[in-house]
């Protein structure tokens, strides 16, 4: 249930301590557990808790979109949740497995991924589209996967996806896109398929705000969490042909127009949290 009150230290380490255990049991969870943080600031507590906790480091953000009618009085209308070093992987052009939580959620998400190639300035709190366009990066085909221990994540609101390190459980790193910043992105085409069907096209355009949009919230929001985006930081800008749901076993590929394909397998996550 939500909580009008602030969320206390004792309920953020609670909340922080089952789903950390869940992910290194590689195990799901019944319900979300406790109250549920009653904004998002509170929310980002507890995943800034976790992540301290997670023995292994950020080396990239995903981010979400949130829908209006889910949005609270931040105003954010975009999530950040962390990718982690061991749960970074560069395609090989082979089926790469990909860990995720039976019994709880597990999707594959088309992704266009930036990598910085400058350090933001520590002190700009609020970006712009132009503005995140003219800092350096380099941008990459990807696959996300997402996946939680709490099967009811995404369904439960942005709060619980926050709480859960973004519902983010790796990320496949694919091709460069060259001269991306020239390109149109409407250009920039995907779809999805999982089992040899189709489940969703789509592409850069999909984006609210496009590719530009999604930097610049993360660079934002990044800042003013006090974790300004650094210079070989990775950024997975957004479901680019939706979220689609994938069990222990099915296949998934993402087809990119023109640039490249990327093709996985759902294995069961193992109890340190890895592809079993």
């Not at 009008?4 to 922080?16: K, P």
């Not at 049991?25 to 507590?45: C, K, N, Q, R, W």
């Amino acid at each position: 249930m939500d909580n009008s009150n602030d969320t206390t230290d004792a309920a953020r380490s609670a909340i922080v301590g089952a789903f950390l255990q869940a992910r290194r049991d590689g195990a799901s969870l019944a319900e979300f557990p406790g109250e549920i943080p009653h904004d998002l600031v509170a929310a980002y507590e507890v995943q800034d808790l976790a992540i301290r906790q997670w023995p292994d480091q950020v080396v990239g953000w995903k981010v979400g979109y949130i829908a209006p009618d889910r949005r609270d009085a931040s105003g954010d209308e975009r999530l950040l949740g962390p990718i982690f070093a061991r749960q970074f992987w560069t395609a090989t052009g082979g089926i790469a497995p990909i860990p995720v939580f039976a019994g709880g959620f597990a999707a594959i998400e088309a992704e266009y991924v930036l990598r910085l190639d400058a350090d933001a300035p520590a002190d700009q709190l609020e970006w712009t589209a132009d503005e995140a366009a003219a800092l350096p990066a380099t941008l990459f085909l990807g696959l996300e996967v997402a996946s939680s221990p709490l099967a009811t994540i995404n369904v439960l609101g942005p709060r619980v996806v926050v709480s859960d390190f973004g519902n983010n459980n790796g990320l496949l790193l694919g091709a460069e896109v060259p001269d991306w910043t020239a390109r149109d992105e409407d250009g920039l085409v995907a779809e999805t398929f999982i089992e040899g069907t189709s489940v969703g096209t789509g592409g850069a355009c999909r984006l609210p705000g496009g590719l530009r949009g999604a930097f610049a919230f993360a660079l934002a929001r990044s800042a003013r969490r006090g974790r300004p985006l650094r210079r070989g930081e990775w950024v997975a800008t957004g479901n680019a042909t939706g979220i689609h749901d994938i069990e222990v076993g099915q296949h998934g590929k993402v087809v990119f127009a023109g640039l490249g394909a990327l093709e996985v397998v759902a294995t069961a996550a193992a109890p340190d949290g890895h592809a079993g």
